[in-house]
């Protein structure tokens, strides 16, 4: 599963639409839309506060 798929997943499990994400974070809807897209030509890598929140979700589960 690529880091685009954990992170989709996580946002699912949590109920987080992207624009709540946006709005909570400071971004413009369009720019954590971008910033999310995995690519199509040219794979993208995921933002890197974006990786954060899938460090912190993991080490969570790990505690449970």
């Known amino acids: 599963m690529t880091e685009h798929e954990k992170?989709?997943?996580?946002?699912?499990?949590?109920d987080i639409s992207r624009e709540e994400l946006a709005d909570y974070i400071g971004l413009k809807k369009s720019s954590a839309r971008n910033q999310l897209a995995p690519g199509t030509k040219v794979?993208?890598?995921l933002p890197r506060w974006a990786k954060s929140m899938l460090l912190v979700?993991?080490?969570?589960?790990?505690?449970?």
Do not use: S, Y
């Open 43 to 45: 794979k993208k890598p």
């Open 7 to 14: 992170f989709q997943n996580l946002m699912d499990k949590l």
């Open 57 to 64: 979700a993991e080490k969570i589960e790990d505690q449970g």
